[in-house]
């Protein structure tokens, strides 16, 4: 039997690896810990993706944008605490298949990528 594709958790768009012990239930595991199935995205967290979304549709097609314009944009000046769910938003969006997480001008994988990462519209 070959292992089930990976999928991304609904909160920070993490890649969740296939585990054995998983092999009943892998349908309905959405979740890659028990932090993330106690904090699902919010009001916030939509705000962040569609900001991300905007911030996008303004500039050119091929035109990249920091996640921290999003964080800036919905936080004001509290917009630090808001980076790492601004990272999570552009991993969610990764998975639905809108955008793109680049690193170097090259596509990284946003579940393993450290550093600065800038974040396009896919395809």
């Not at 991304?8 to 768009?13: K, N, P, S, V, Y």
């Not at 000046?77 to 980076?83: A, C, G, H, S, T």
């Not at 809108?98 to 690193?103: D, S």
């Given at each position: 039997?070959s292992?089930p594709?990976p999928k ?6 993490r890649?969740?690896?296939?585990r054995k012990k998983?092999?009943r239930?892998?349908?309905s595991v959405?979740?890659?810990s ?6 699902k995205?919010g009001?916030?967290d939509?705000?962040?993706?569609q900001?991300?979304?905007d911030?996008?549709a303004a500039?050119?097609?091929?035109a990249t944008v920091?996640?921290?314009?999003a ?5 004001g ?7 790492e769910p601004?990272?999570?938003?552009a ?6 298949g ?6 170097g001008?090259?596509v990284v994988?946003?579940s393993?990528a ?8 896919a395809?």
């Open positions: 039997m292992t594709a991304a958790c609904a909160t920070c768009g890649t969740i690896e296939w998983w092999e239930d892998w349908e959405r979740y890659c028990d932090r993330c199935r106690a904090h995205p009001r916030t939509r705000a962040l993706e900001s991300l979304r911030l996008l500039r050119a097609r091929t920091c996640p921290s314009e964080a800036r944009a919905v936080g000046d509290d917009w630090r605490d808001l980076m601004a990272r999570a938003a991993r969610r969006l990764v998975a639905a809108e955008v793109e997480i680049t690193q001008g090259r994988d946003g393993t450290k550093g600065p990462i800038r974040v396009r519209r395809g």
